[in-house]
């Protein structure tokens, strides 16, 4: 009997150890982008925290042919700088719901700027939730973790 609350005990410590495990992955870090329309992987972007903040910027391009992209079709200061190292969302907030938001989601190859939201998919938290809004219109994009690069 003693032997079998011990194994019990030790069941319940690793399944909570998993659990917390699982639960402590966060938004930051690498995702591999890829388009929700055509299905092509775009490149890298680094989601990180400043002053705490959500920031992202892309730190590689790995669609063939755009390695050296400029952002022509942006506005302002960004009009025909490079889309490498280029911010794509910059001070989101977090929420209570463990997603972040914010007003600066920028989409190089269109040039235009959307409210956006981001969250890990509760289903598997190697895959990031990218939702940008234009009024009552948003689409989607699923980004995949980097394990390794």
Not at 3 to 27: A, D, E, M, P, T
Not at 95 to 104: F, V
Not at 106 to 121: I, N, Y
Request: overall charge positive; hydrophobic content about 35%; proline content about 3%.
């Amino acid at each position: 009997m003693k032997g079998k609350k011990l194994v019990n005990g030790s069941i319940l410590i690793l399944c909570l150890f998993y659990c917390l495990s699982v639960r402590s992955q966060s938004v930051f870090g690498k995702w591999r982008t890829v388009d929700d329309i055509s299905g092509v992987t775009k490149g890298i972007v680094e989601v990180y925290e400043k002053n705490g903040l959500l920031q992202a910027k892309i730190v590689k391009i790995l669609e063939k042919g755009r390695e050296n992209a400029v952002c022509i079709k942006c506005k302002g200061d960004l009009k025909d700088k490079p889309v490498l190292g280029m911010h794509v969302m910059q001070n989101f907030k977090p929420n209570n719901k463990g997603e972040y938001k914010g007003s600066t989601l920028l989409e190089p190859e269109s040039g235009t700027t959307f409210r956006g939201k981001v969250w890990l998919d509760p289903e598997d938290s190697n895959k990031l939730m990218v939702r940008g809004y234009l009024a009552f219109f948003y689409r989607t994009q699923t980004w995949h973790r980097l394990t390794e690069e």
